[in-house]
């Protein structure tokens, strides 16, 4: 008798780099779930067929069973309506939704920054960083005095976001939460939750760089 081994239904498409996929894998580790990488390299991207074929011509293109997402937040939101992590009721998804955006609005500052590779402007992004963290630490210091979530007091998909970011930048800019100690007080608890603290201990996310060759 042969039995047959059962597939992920998920699928990451994405660059060998944690960029804007490692918050969708964070909350699916943490959520006991398993999934498959498919991994794209800079010479298979460069060759064109794969960029014609996704919807924006860009990655990450994510497959959950017959259903393909592109747009990173796209699909923290479709995970988090799948596993019931977008607030209690529809007041606490709309600050989750807030937060997020507010996650995405620090990303495209570290993203621009990235690409654009301008010392002076690395140096002022450094200097800003805890002040355009600063709202963060206030939504904490407003939620249970900083002891649970970023919403409520049930993880969110936004909490994933926000923790991938963060832990980025503890590597990348060393002592940038040293003025905000919720924030740092949640990156450690939430980093010990049991399935997530395995998966940041794993080969597959140590070794996994922030943003390929790229450093701030």
Not at 87 to 95: R, S
Not at 131 to 158: M, R
Not at 185 to 210: D, G, T
Request: glycine share 6%.
């Amino acid at each position: 008798m042969y039995w047959s081994v059962p597939v992920p239904p998920y699928t990451i498409v994405y660059f060998p780099t944690r960029g804007r996929c490692e918050a969708m894998r964070m909350l699916l580790a943490d959520q006991g779930q398993s999934w498959k990488e498919e991994v794209v390299t800079k010479e298979t991207w460069m060759q064109g067929q794969l960029k014609a074929s996704c919807l924006y011509g860009q990655l990450p293109k994510f497959q959950d069973g017959d259903l393909t997402l592109y747009q990173s937040n796209a699909i923290l939101r479709h995970l988090g309506r799948s596993f019931g992590l977008y607030g209690k009721d529809t007041l606490a998804a709309a600050m989750v939704d807030m937060v997020n955006d507010g996650v995405e609005d620090l990303r495209r500052r570290c993203s621009h920054l990235i690409h654009h590779n301008c010392e002076e402007s690395k140096a002022q992004y450094i200097q800003e960083l805890p002040d355009h963290l600063k709202p963060f630490e206030t939504l904490l210091a407003q939620n249970h005095g900083g002891q649970t979530f970023i919403v409520g007091d049930q993880i969110s998909f936004a909490d994933y976001n926000l923790l991938d970011f963060l832990m980025a930048h503890q590597v990348l800019v060393p002592g940038c939460l040293d003025t905000l100690p919720l924030l740092s007080a949640y990156v450690a608890r939430l980093s010990a939750r049991p399935k997530l603290k395995a998966f940041l201990a794993s080969p597959e996310h140590v070794n996994r760089p922030i943003f390929g060759g790229q450093k701030i």
